[in-house]
T-cell receptor, first 112, second 112 residues
Framework: GESVGLHLPTLSVQEGDNSIINCAYS??????FIWYKQESGKGPQFIID?????DKRQGQRVTVLLNKTVKHLSLQIAATQPGDSAVYFC???????????FGPGTRLSVLP | KAGVTQTPRYLIKTRGQQVTLSCSPI?????VSWYQQTPGQGLQFLFE???????NKGNFPGRFSGRQFSNSRSEMNVSTLELGDSALYLC???????????FGPGTRLLVL
């Protein structure tokens, strides 16, 4: 069945450094991907999305890269700040009315 | 625009009881999805409603049910609660034709 997984369950980075969070997906038919950020006690917050016809998409301090050949998605956060500390989820979706499938999440800790 | 709202935010029930959770989507959004989030299983899809009709359903027992009203507000019900139903229940909405889901803060349910 479909599955979305993350390579690293936890990631610690120094404040000011760049962070890279990775995600592997198994359904080659997935055509839409979202990264969410979830802070303690809150619901997931939309960060950035990308469609399968793109390889890269940039937002404010964030970049999502999609490698369809190896079914890999990554989220890059530039100049990581303490407020970036959270759990990050990737989610994938097919194009036939399917629901989103979420990865297990990666906890990002920003060290002072 | 106001975001997705969920009530109540916290709930404590005992085994065997039933519970009803409520979700109000973003104004104009007609699709509402429900998810269960636990430390062990992560984010799991429960069901999706659009225009008062269930469009998609995840792999949960029949004790989990939902409905959507004409104003797009949605409720989910869990009957005969079990200890394992303790979780954060998240609601997400999206617009018709849109794909990006926006989450509410969740209802944290504790079953004793």
């Amino acid at each position: 069945g479909e599955s979305v997984g993350l390579h690293l369950p936890t990631l610690s980075v120094q404040e000011g450094d760049n962070s890279i969070i990775n995600c592997a997906y198994s359904n080659s038919a997935s055509d839409y991907f979202i990264w969410y950020k979830q802070e303690s006690g809150k619901g997931p917050q939309f960060i950035i999305d990308i469609r399968s016809n793109m390889d890269k998409r940039q937002g404010q301090r964030v970049t999502v890269l999609l490698n369809k050949t190896v079914k890999h998605l990554s989220l890059q956060i530039a100049a990581t700040q303490p407020g970036d500390s959270a759990v990050y989820f990737c989610a994938e979706k097919g194009n036939y009315g399917q629901n989103f499938v979420f990865g297990p999440g990666t906890r990002l800790s920003v060290l002072p | 625009k106001a975001g997705v709202t969920q009530t109540p935010r916290y709930l404590i029930k005992t085994r065997g009881q039933q519970v009803t959770l409520s979700c109000s989507p973003i104004s104009g959004h007609r699709s509402v999805s429900w998810y269960q989030q636990t430390p062990g299983q992560g984010l799991q899809f429960l069901f999706e409603y659009f225009s008062e009709t269930q469009r998609n359903k995840g792999n949960f027992p029949g004790r989990f049910s939902g409905r959507q009203f004409s104003n797009s507000r949605s409720e989910m019900n869990v009957s005969t609660l079990e200890l394992g139903d303790s979780a954060l229940y998240l609601c997400a909405s999206k617009s018709w034709g849109g794909e990006t889901q926006y989450f509410g803060p969740g209802t944290r349910l504790l079953v004793l």
